[in-house]
């Protein structure tokens, strides 16, 4: 098995879907072995492919305040990983992004997955991440984050942090007052040396 880095190397310079990606692959994930949470998302978005940062967005503040982190905790990566679906912006539809190319999880998860030895909590957020980690949850998103207890406390299925998500979250205000307390709690929790 190679080795974590050689692994990443090859992942950041990969070029499968160039011809189907409107500005040309630019893989942005964040991850070492010893992350002890792992965000499963879905793809990154426009401004993500400009910087190169993962969640470096709206999305990406709104996700930080629902953990209780710090951008510096967020972006360590010897604490949090961070593994979308597709790592390249696939491109804008008609109702947002495109859906993340299939030939990214299928060529990379499972390998890097692999490497992660050490986590304590897995984030799934979006559907296509759902689809993934939690094949057996099969119904409505809504759904299936109010059934989060199913999970808990190694996983964890959200919706998208995105501000087009601002009218599910005030259709469903049980999620910032029931879900978000512990899911906070659970985080530090993940994240503290001796657990």
């Not at 499963?40 to 969640?55: C, I, M, Y």
């Not at 967005?57 to 990566?77: K, N, Q, T």
């Not at 947002?96 to 990379?108: I, K, Q, S, V, Y």
């Not at 910032?176 to 709690?185: D, F, G, I, N, Q």
Request: charge should be positive.
């Amino acid at each position: 098995m190679a080795s974590l880095t050689s692994l990443l190397t090859e992942v950041r310079a990969c070029t499968l879907c160039a011809d189907r990606l409107p500005l040309g692959p630019r893989p942005v994930l964040q991850m070492l072995g010893s992350a002890r949470i792992l965000i499963a998302g879905q793809a990154p978005g426009r401004k993500v492919h400009a910087s190169g940062v993962p969640f470096d967005d709206a999305s990406g503040d709104r996700l930080r305040a629902w953990l209780g982190i710090s951008r510096d905790v967020f972006y360590d990566p010897k604490k949090v990983a961070i593994l979308p679906m597709g790592f390249c912006y696939p491109g804008t539809g008609k109702s947002g992004d495109l859906p993340p190319r299939p030939e990214c999880a299928a060529t990379w998860r499972k390998p890097l997955l692999a490497r992660l030895n050490n986590l304590r909590l897995t984030l799934v957020i979006g559907q296509y991440a759902l689809a993934w980690h939690l094949p057996e949850e099969t119904g409505p998103l809504t759904a299936i984050v109010q059934g989060w207890k199913k999970h808990w406390p190694e996983t964890v299925p959200l919706p998208h942090p995105s501000p087009r998500n601002n009218i599910w979250l005030r259709r469903n205000p049980w999620f910032e007052r029931e879900l978000l307390p512990v899911l906070r709690k659970q985080v530090s929790a993940a994240l503290r040396r001796d657990h």
